[in-house]
């Protein structure tokens, strides 16, 4: 059974406006949460984090939200640029007890 | 900046041939990890080694074996390769703290393997 989970298996978003993408959780023991982007051919990049006591994390363009009671956290990207298309991956862990549970991904295509 | 290397980007391998991939990070990090990543299953554990000798069954590891002989260096091998191993194969990196902020994993550019 998915711990994480992303239902949204792809994503279309114009150039300049919001991409929002989700990710719901089971496990209430996770502590801390992230979010990697991949392009193809190439590893994983850590993009941004959330500690389980915030709710809003903020990073230039990407913001992600936490919503401890619904086990849901989501990514926000404004605006949307066409080099923000890529495979993004939500991703789990509760404090010393590696390793990361993960997503099994959004595919995120800002079409110009 | 932390840093993993994986030996190879691409390898194309015939069946029944042993396998060898090499990651090595350069943040004297405790833990490594072995993924591959499939179209619509995202990335899945293989192995994962909190320490030097030590290591530990993800959720796919028939068909392969790892060591870590040293900190830095983790190696996945796959002892007679099939073709439903072709795959892109994902090294990382994490430290051990007891605080999640401080174990975020860090990965390497990935080797795509094809299996004939």
């Known amino acids: 059974d998915q711990q994480v989970k992303q239902n949204s298996p792809s994503l279309s978003v114009q150039e300049g406006r919001i991409s929002i993408l989700n990710c719901d959780y089971t496990?209430?023991?996770?502590?801390?949460f992230l979010w990697y982007k991949k392009y193809p051919a190439e590893g994983p990049t850590f993009l941004i984090s959330?500690?389980?006591?915030?709710d809003k994390n903020e990073d230039g363009r990407f913001t992600v939200f936490l919503n401890k009671s619904a086990k849901h956290l989501s990514l926000h990207i404004v605006p949307s640029q066409p080099g923000d298309s890529a495979v993004y991956f939500c991703?789990?862990?509760?404090?010393?007890?590696?390793?990361?549970?993960f997503g099994k991904g959004t595919r995120l295509s800002v079409i110009a | 900046d932390v840093k993993v290397t994986q030996s190879s980007r691409y390898l194309v391998k015939r069946t029944g041939e042993k396998v060898f991939l090499e990651c090595v990070q350069d943040?004297?990090?405790?833990?490594m990890f072995w993924y591959r990543q499939d179209p619509g299953l995202g990335l899945r554990l293989i192995y994962f080694?909190?320490?030097?000798?030590?290591?530990e069954k993800g959720d796919i590891p028939e068909g392969y074996s790892v060591s870590r002989e040293k900190k830095e260096r983790f190696s996945l091998i796959l002892e007679s390769a099939s073709t439903n191993q072709t795959s892109m194969y994902l090294c990382?990196?994490?430290?051990?703290?007891?605080?999640?902020?401080?174990?975020?994993?860090?990965f390497g550019p990935g080797t795509r393997l094809l299996v004939l």
């Open positions: 990382a990196s994490s430290r051990t703290s007891g605080r999640g902020e401080e174990e975020t994993q860090y």
């Open positions: 496990n209430s023991m996770f502590d801390y």
């Open positions: 959330i500690s389980s006591i915030k």
């Open positions: 991703a789990a862990i509760y404090s010393g007890n590696t390793p990361l549970v």
């Open positions: 943040m004297d990090h405790e833990n």
């Open positions: 080694s909190y320490d030097v000798k030590m290591k």
